[in-house]
């Protein structure tokens, strides 16, 4: 079977060669670098999916302010949608019908050791997020989403530590390794060439082989808890009338559904960091 409509969220702490925020935003000069190579990463995946027979590609730029792609410098191929806020945020164009989802320059969840810039969706705010029990970094987190669309995520690249983290909620996801962690700001990467090689190389095999993947998804109803950076965090979030406390730093809230709980978490972190 070939998977003829792909969807890919590219987030950037885990592109080629980055191992700072100044890369990722915070410095003029290095962020200018680093958002060309985060395309370079994306293309390398777009050149590989359509080898392996896609049709349809839609990005999603992922990172941040969600602009950080030029448009001239992804590839031809791809529909790119850019630009926040949005529903799905990181996910935003995701639905049924797409054959496969893909993660690119993704990073692993807040506390990891030897992850690459790892955090939680908000570095300031989020502590570790759990859904039902489990704690959940954003590759879990977004691949529920895919998941809840009957979409199987089939490939990330990033740091090892992301990569094993995607392995821990999809055993079948493949994974392309671009660097490995020495602390939280340092990494051995391997030189673009051979990462965007690797990148390609392993989303074309990926993509053929989808369906041995199969979807990842939360069972509902939704058991969200988050436990946020500070206690104060904690008191802003519960003016939402679905949150409830657990204990200083820590809220709860139930869901129907798990498109709902992610938006409900999301909604909480606007809140939190506000304060
Ligand atoms: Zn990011």
């Not at 300031?124 to 979409?151: H, K, M, Q, S």
Request: negative net charge; contains cysteine.
């Amino acid at each position: 079977m070939t998977a003829e409509r792909v969807f890919i969220s590219v987030d950037m702490e885990g592109i080629t060669g980055v191992v700072h925020g100044a890369q990722v935003g915070g410095d003029p000069t290095e962020y200018a670098y680093y958002r060309k190579m985060m395309a370079r990463d994306l293309n390398a995946a777009v050149e590989g999916a359509l080898e392996a027979g896609a049709r349809e590609i839609v990005v999603s730029d992922a990172h941040g302010g969600m602009r950080n792609m030029q448009p001239e410098d992804v590839h031809e191929a791809a529909y790119l949608i850019r630009g926040s806020p949005k529903p799905d945020s990181m996910m935003e164009g995701i639905e049924e019908g797409f054959d496969a989802a893909m993660y690119i320059g993704y990073h692993a969840m807040n506390g990891t050791e030897r992850g690459v810039l790892a955090h939680t969706i908000s570095g300031v705010a989020v502590d570790a997020v759990y859904i039902n029990g489990r704690e959940t970094g954003e590759f879990g987190l977004n691949a529920a989403l895919a998941g809840w669309y009957n979409v199987p995520s089939v490939l990330i690249s990033g740091d090892m530590a992301a990569c094993t983290e995607a392995q821990s909620f999809v055993s079948s996801i493949s994974t392309a390794v671009v660097k490995w962690a020495v602390g939280r700001q340092s990494a051995k990467c391997l030189h673009p060439v051979k990462a965007h090689k690797i990148i390609k190389e392993n989303v074309k095999n990926a993509l053929s082989k989808v369906i041995e993947v199969k979807p990842f998804w939360f069972n509902q109803p939704v058991d969200l808890k988050v436990r946020w950076k500070t206690t104060t965090m904690a008191d802003a979030v519960c003016v939402l009338p679905y949150m409830d406390r657990v204990d200083g730093p820590t809220t709860k809230a139930y869901f129907e559904d798990y498109p709902t709980a992610l938006r409900g978490l999301r909604a909480a972190i606007t809140i939190a960091g506000s304060v």
